[in-house]
């Protein structure tokens, strides 16, 4: 621990400024807030409410030109190599001056790791890279001996050999440990978190945030945790800082501002919490119905080939015998880890995958031997709404004609008025405007895209919709939207959902039985609130476990 009196950083009126044309964006509007050395800020708000921003300016990684600070201080308390303390504004240092400090005595772990390591780099060289140009009298050697120590204390297994491995052959979870790694390599002061574990599987996410409270224990470091995730800010900050529009509306310890929020946004973020929302009666009709979508020893397999003349060795078991059934308006949760083959299933169901074993029913009907003519009827009942709205919305063509194509492909509406009637009202179903129909993707936000890739799923007017993480990385009040308008879709449409996610919150509020799949295999399944609430499987146990909650 570092033995000075003063705050590690002090943040005083920040303004930053974002200049797009002649336009002038206060991104940043006049921020105060001051970490203390060893502890853990979090800064939680949504999408656009300046958090990132906030960050970059601290480490001064803001285009240029661009951006701009009209007003504030940014005060840092930097160690040198020699052990001396100077008092540093970063708002008024030279690049040339700013490159000792980052990675050394301030280092970030960005949101995406994939974009944020070079593909064509082993991770070894990644990490050495940063040590050497930190450590200028430190040998090769040594560097990749630290390099490798880095990665042991991240927990890689067999961190030797993925020294010399690219990034595209981690999972999602071990590039995160990484980054980690990286930022962790020079023993910076504060680490500046930018969304860390965000779209990661539960058990992941407990492994990093216990990582990162560990070595800021070990080697007492300040973090500055940026997340919308109350569950994870209760678990890990000392203090919370909330933002919205670019200013601070509230800062405090986080227990009373968690326990006893005073501004009225900070109330409507917690309130839209999934287990904060009012919890909808289950539909004792849906009982009574019959099954309308059923699997029985559904197999997906994918072949490895390996030799010179690519033989197949062996299989990946992604599907490895499915049996389960939904009926007609009811919400089925299938949940589990990255990798256990949710996806796959649900594209299977589809026939976006082709099964390689068992038997797919629909309404009665086998469909899961039909040919691509004879399966064409059916797309029109069983439709998909994409995790990621941004790639599976095409950028050339705009919103009508997205829901209008589908229309006309399975017959529906007599002409291309009539079908821009019925795309205007798909629409204001998912409350957006009738004017949007002539806009194209990039002009909406992410939770703008999520609604208008479920109109898209609701055109051909299905009776079953695959529902592929739909609500991952949202803000909480636009999840809360798109859960409560995928209810409202069930009751006035008798749809059946089949709900693939790993937010155990969400699955607790919406679905009305739970699958738990594990190495392409269901390991449990059941009602929902027993799943929940009293699990039996160990690896039912272990994912309930991990999810971090906010108790009020």
């Given at each position: 621990?570092i033995?000075?009196d003063?705050?590690?950083?002090?943040?005083?009126?920040?303004?930053t400024?974002?200049?797009?044309?002649d336009k002038?964006?206060?991104?940043?509007d006049?921020?105060?807030?001051?970490?203390?050395?060893?502890?853990?800020?979090c800064?939680?708000?949504?999408s656009?409410?300046?958090?990132s921003?906030?960050?970059?300016?601290?480490?001064?990684?803001?285009?240029?030109?661009?951006?701009?600070?009209?007003?504030?201080?940014?005060f840092?308390?930097?160690?040198?190599q020699?052990?001396?303390?100077?008092?540093?504004?970063?708002?008024?240092?030279?690049?040339?001056r700013l490159r000792?400090?980052?990675?050394?005595?301030?280092?970030?772990i960005?949101?995406?790791?994939?974009?944020?390591?070079n593909?064509v780099?082993?991770?070894?060289?990644?990490?050495?890279?940063a040590?050497?140009l930190?450590?200028?009298n430190m040998s090769?050697?040594?560097a990749?001996?630290?390099?490798?120590?880095?990665?042991?204390?991240?927990?890689?297994k067999d961190?030797?050999?993925?020294l010399?491995e690219y990034?595209h052959?981690l999972?999602?979870?071990?590039?995160?440990?990484v980054?980690?790694?990286m930022?962790?390599?020079?023993?910076?002061?504060?680490?500046?978190a930018?969304e860390?574990?965000?779209?990661?599987?539960?058990?992941?996410q407990?492994e990093i945030?216990k990582?990162m409270?560990?070595l800021?224990?070990?080697?007492?470091m300040?973090i500055?945790f940026?997340?919308h995730d109350f569950g994870?800010v209760?678990?890990?900050?000392?203090k919370?800082?909330?933002?919205r529009?670019?200013q601070?509306?509230?800062s405090g310890?986080v227990?009373?501002?968690?326990?006893?929020p005073?501004?009225s946004?900070?109330?409507?973020?917690?309130?839209?919490?999934?287990?904060?929302?009012?919890?909808?009666?289950r539909?004792?009709l849906v009982?009574?119905?019959?099954?309308?979508?059923?699997?029985k020893?559904?197999?997906?397999?994918f072949?490895?080939?390996?030799?010179v003349?690519?033989?197949?060795?062996?299989?990946?078991?992604a599907?490895?015998?499915i049996d389960?059934?939904i009926?007609?308006?009811e919400?089925?949760?299938?949940?589990?880890?990255?990798?256990c083959?949710?996806?796959?299933?649900?594209?299977?169901?589809?026939?976006?995958?082709?099964p390689?074993?068992?038997?797919?029913?629909?309404s009665?009907?086998?469909?899961?031997n039909?040919s691509?003519?004879?399966?064409?009827?059916y797309r029109k009942s069983?439709q998909?709404?994409?995790?990621?709205p941004?790639?599976?919305?095409?950028?050339r063509l705009?919103?009508?004609?997205?829901l209008?194509?589908?229309?006309?492909v399975?017959?529906?509406g007599?002409?291309?008025?009539e079908?821009?009637e019925?795309?205007?009202k798909?629409l204001?179903?998912?409350?957006?405007?009738e004017?949007?129909?002539?806009r194209?993707?990039?002009?909406?936000?992410?939770?703008?895209r999520?609604?208008?890739g479920?109109?898209?799923?609701?055109?051909?007017?299905?009776?079953f919709?695959?529902?592929?993480?739909?609500?991952s990385?949202?803000d909480?009040?636009?999840?809360?939207?798109?859960?409560?308008m995928?209810?409202?879709?069930?009751?006035e449409?008798?749809?059946?959902?089949l709900?693939?996610?790993h937010?155990i919150?969400v699955?607790?509020y919406?679905?009305?039985?739970?699958?738990?799949m594990?190495?392409?295999k269901?390991?449990?399944?059941?009602q929902?609130?027993?799943?929940?609430?009293?699990?039996?499987h160990?690896y039912?146990?272990?994912?309930i476990e991990?999810?971090?909650r906010?108790?009020?």
């Amino acid at each position: 621990m570092i033995n000075t009196d003063r705050p590690l950083l002090r943040v005083e009126g920040l303004k930053t400024h974002i200049h797009a044309g002649d336009k002038v964006i206060a991104a940043v509007d006049d921020v105060s807030f001051t970490i203390e050395k060893g502890e853990t800020y979090c800064l939680v708000g949504e999408s656009g409410s300046g958090k990132s921003i906030t960050a970059l300016s601290i480490i001064q990684l803001l285009p240029e030109g661009l951006c701009t600070h009209p007003a504030g201080q940014i005060f840092f308390d930097y160690r040198d190599q020699l052990g001396k303390h100077h008092l540093l504004d970063m708002l008024t240092l030279s690049e040339e001056r700013l490159r000792p400090i980052r990675g050394s005595r301030i280092a970030m772990i960005f949101q995406d790791p994939m974009t944020s390591l070079n593909p064509v780099f082993t991770i070894g060289e990644q990490i050495i890279e940063a040590l050497l140009l930190h450590n200028p009298n430190m040998s090769y050697a040594q560097a990749r001996e630290r390099a490798l120590i880095a990665l042991q204390q991240v927990q890689i297994k067999d961190a030797d050999k993925r020294l010399d491995e690219y990034p595209h052959r981690l999972s999602g979870g071990q590039r995160q440990r990484v980054m980690i790694a990286m930022a962790m390599a020079c023993e910076p002061d504060l680490l500046i978190a930018d969304e860390p574990t965000t779209a990661l599987d539960v058990t992941v996410q407990a492994e990093i945030l216990k990582l990162m409270k560990d070595l800021q224990r070990s080697r007492g470091m300040s973090i500055l945790f940026i997340t919308h995730d109350f569950g994870v800010v209760a678990q890990v900050a000392d203090k919370v800082g909330v933002m919205r529009n670019g200013q601070l509306v509230e800062s405090g310890q986080v227990d009373a501002v968690l326990k006893n929020p005073q501004h009225s946004y900070t109330k409507s973020l917690l309130e839209a919490l999934p287990q904060n929302l009012p919890r909808p009666p289950r539909d004792r009709l849906v009982e009574a119905n019959s099954d309308l979508v059923s699997c029985k020893g559904l197999e997906v397999h994918f072949p490895i080939r390996k030799g010179v003349f690519r033989h197949v060795a062996d299989h990946v078991r992604a599907v490895d015998g499915i049996d389960m059934s939904i009926k007609s308006g009811e919400i089925v949760a299938l949940v589990g880890e990255s990798g256990c083959g949710k996806t796959t299933l649900g594209r299977a169901i589809l026939r976006l995958v082709e099964p390689t074993g068992g038997e797919v029913r629909y309404s009665g009907s086998t469909i899961s031997n039909l040919s691509r003519s004879a399966f064409q009827p059916y797309r029109k009942s069983m439709q998909i709404i994409f995790q990621d709205p941004m790639s599976s919305l095409n950028p050339r063509l705009t919103i009508a004609t997205m829901l209008t194509e589908p229309m006309k492909v399975h017959g529906i509406g007599k002409n291309q008025e009539e079908r821009l009637e019925l795309a205007a009202k798909l629409l204001v179903q998912v409350s957006l405007k009738e004017d949007h129909l002539w806009r194209y993707p990039h002009e909406f936000s992410g939770g703008q895209r999520q609604r208008i890739g479920i109109a898209r799923a609701l055109a051909p007017n299905p009776g079953f919709i695959v529902c592929d993480e739909v609500t991952s990385g949202l803000d909480v009040s636009v999840q809360a939207e798109v859960l409560e308008m995928l209810l409202q879709l069930r009751a006035e449409r008798n749809l059946a959902l089949l709900f693939i996610t790993h937010d155990i919150s969400v699955v607790e509020y919406l679905s009305d039985r739970t699958l738990v799949m594990h190495a392409g295999k269901i390991v449990e399944a059941g009602q929902t609130e027993q799943v929940c609430s009293r699990p039996s499987h160990p690896y039912t146990k272990k994912l309930i476990e991990a999810v971090p909650r906010l108790v009020l």
